[in-house]
């Protein structure tokens, strides 16, 4: 049985940082993407950042240069970095691995 337990998230100013935790259970952690996904209220559900087994990336425009992925394979768990964050980025977002497995997210908000 996979489980992704994501931790981290809560309330920060807008400019501030959180780091995102996602703990992974029950598969072979270190062959598998990792991606974080976000939904904002009332839109759809967006691709933030995914990591590959070999640590290559790939980010949403959005959050490019303010958010870095990581992964430790040692501890099964994919972080998401979020800096100089916005009002915009407030939203639940979800750990994903393997394209399919999804945590059952955690609220980001980013508000003064």
């Known amino acids: 049985q996979v489980q992704l337990v994501e931790s981290g998230g809560g309330l920060v100013q807008p400019g501030g940082s959180l780091r995102l935790s996602c703990a992974a259970s029950?598969?072979?952690?270190?062959?598998?993407?990792m991606a974080w996904h976000r939904q904002a209220p009332g839109k759809q559900r967006e691709l933030v950042a995914r990591?590959?087994?070999?640590?290559?990336?790939t980010y949403a425009d959005s959050v490019k240069g303010r958010f870095t992925i990581s992964r430790d394979n040692a501890k099964n768990t994919v972080y998401l970095q979020m800096n100089s964050l916005k009002p915009e980025d407030t939203a639940v977002y979800y750990c994903?691995?393997?394209?399919?497995?999804w945590g059952q997210g955690i609220q980001v908000t980013v508000s003064s």
């Open positions: 994903v691995a393997s394209y399919k497995y």
């Open positions: 029950g598969i072979i952690f270190s062959i598998n993407t």
């Open positions: 990591i590959t087994s070999d640590s290559s990336t």
